[in-house]
């Protein structure tokens, strides 16, 4: 089966530009997860979607970022407008199943670079 | 709250020499453990996990086990390759909220030379 697709791998955008990530979950995977590693710290959960509803989203952290599933297809990260802090590598997930116990698969990233 | 700590890297070993990344947690309740690795260029790859106390997970060589009295889950190899060269991250799943998501370490980059 295909894996998690995301693009693009590297995108640089000057601060106050907007960028939009994109992410496609493997066929049939119900929840989709976005992550985030800064600046070489730890991976750290942004949200979580069941199917097109955002189950968590207490990651998220500000205003600018606006997640969306519509469909509960493929999902887009946008954030509007960047800001330097924003830098780091953006990674998706999907599951079959709600919970953690066997892990997820996750994409390759996505490597944004404000500047 | 929940967190992973590992230790500082970057770890810079030998080819077959052997490997111990450590990773200590602070968790409520009984999570699942996971070890994930990042080779150059590449996404997360889940290397092993651990879903209850005294299990051990173990993939290509690489062993862990579930330490509960402890709160451990140190990565293990016997003889490195220079092909394990890549960033480690241990966590945890998160259960409360039921949402499944997962806390990460910060990470430990290994280096293997020939």
């Known amino acids: 089966e295909a894996g998690v697709t995301q693009f693009p791998s590297h995108s640089v955008i000057e601060k106050g530009q907007t960028v939009t990530l994109r992410c496609d979950p493997i066929?049939?995977?119900?929840?989709l997860y976005w992550y985030r590693r800064v600046m070489g710290k730890e991976i750290k959960f942004l949200l979580h979607?069941?199917?097109?509803?955002?189950?968590?989203e207490s990651g998220m952290p500000n205003n600018r970022f606006l997640a969306e599933r519509t469909g509960g297809t493929y999902s887009t990260l946008k954030v509007q407008p960047a800001e330097l802090e924003d830098s780091g590598v953006y990674f998706c997930?999907?599951?079959?199943?709600?919970?953690?116990?066997?892990?997820?698969?996750f994409g390759s990233g996505t490597r944004l670079t404000v500047v | 709250g929940n967190s992973v700590t590992q230790m500082e890297g970057p770890v810079t070993l030998s080819e077959e020499a052997f490997l111990t990344i450590n990773c200590t947690y602070t968790?409520?309740?009984?999570?699942?453990l996971f070890w994930y690795v990042q080779y150059p260029g590449e996404g997360l790859q889940l290397l092993l996990k651990?879903?209850?106390?005294?299990d051990k997970g173990s993939n290509k060589g690489f062993e862990a086990t579930y330490r509960k009295e402890t709160t451990s889950f140190h990565l293990e190899k016997g003889s490195v390759q220079v092909s394990d060269s890549a960033v480690y991250f241990c966590a945890l799943s998160d259960r409360s909220g039921n949402t499944g998501k997962l806390i990460f370490g910060q990470g430990t980059t290994l280096q293997v030379k020939p």
């Open positions: 651990a879903t209850k106390a005294d």
């Open positions: 968790a409520t309740g009984y999570p699942s």
């Open positions: 979607f069941v199917k097109e509803s955002k189950q968590d």
């Open positions: 066929s049939g995977h119900d929840n």
């Open positions: 997930a999907s599951s079959q199943d709600k919970g953690a116990n066997y892990g997820y698969t």
